[in-house]
């Protein structure tokens, strides 16, 4: 079956700008996880869904970033006034429940100049 | 909150030698210990995992183990290939919910 996916693969924006990351999990998956990757670093925890839910989100660095996931299936990764420091490789992962084997995304790649 | 290390950061190795990565962590509620090989380029993709309830998990010529006492655990790789040059990762969770990985390791294999 599909794997989880991202879009869009690549994202540039402007300093100060809005962006919107997609991620779509493994159909039947309910908990869904945000990570952040820098260049040479391991994926960073950012938030976490159960369902609908953020039953954790104690990884998100401050109140510029929020996520969604409406319908406990896709969820969107918001930036607000985005910063240069918030260029790094933007992963998602979904897993069956919690506990179980996390699939990661191809990730998005942002880059704000 | 938890705390994952990893050593070495860079391995080099010669084709059909072991290759042994090691990681500790900082929180003894962590439970669920996975590893992550990622590709230049590519999503992390799991390799094996173990949980605190077993010492030592194996699968082909990759294991795990782990030391809860010590709270620290080890991949091991053997007869290596050159495509398992990649970047590892390690990674623990407690009440199996987030991930916290370690910096990687950069394993090269020549032939």
């Known amino acids: 079956g599909a794997g989880v996916s991202q879009t869009p693969s690549n994202k540039v924006t402007e300093k100060g700008k809005y962006v919107e990351l997609r991620c779509d999990p493994i159909?039947?998956?309910?908990?869904l996880y945000w990570y952040r990757q820098s260049l040479g670093q391991g994926p960073e925890f950012l938030i976490y869904f159960q369902g609908t839910g953020a039953a954790d989100d104690s990884g998100l660095p401050n109140d510029r970033f929020f996520a969604v996931r409406p319908e406990g299936s896709v969820s969107t990764l918001k930036i607000q006034r985005t910063e240069r420091g918030d260029s790094a490789m933007y992963l998602c992962?979904?897993?069956?429940?919690?506990?179980?084997?996390?699939?990661f995304g191809p990730g998005t790649r942002l880059t704000v100049l | 909150g938890e705390n994952v290390e990893q050593h070495p950061s860079t391995l080099s190795v010669q084709e059909g030698d072991s290759a042994v990565i090691k990681c500790t962590y900082s929180?003894?509620?962590?439970?669920?210990f996975p590893w992550y090989k990622q590709e230049l380029g590519k999503r992390p993709q799991l390799i094996i995992d173990i949980r605190s309830n077993v010492g030592e998990k194996k699968d082909q010529r990759i294991a795990v183990t782990l030391n809860k006492t010590a709270k620290h655990f080890s991949l091991h790789i053997t007869e290596t290939q050159p495509e398992d040059s990649a970047v590892y990762f390690c990674?623990?969770?407690?009440?199996?919910?987030?991930?916290?990985f370690g910096t990687g390791t950069r394993l090269l294999v020549s032939p």
């Open positions: 929180d003894s509620a962590s439970n669920y």
């Open positions: 990674a623990a969770s407690s009440h199996f919910q987030k991930l916290v």
């Open positions: 992962a979904s897993s069956l429940g919690p506990g179980d084997e996390q699939f």
């Open positions: 159909s039947g998956h309910t908990a």
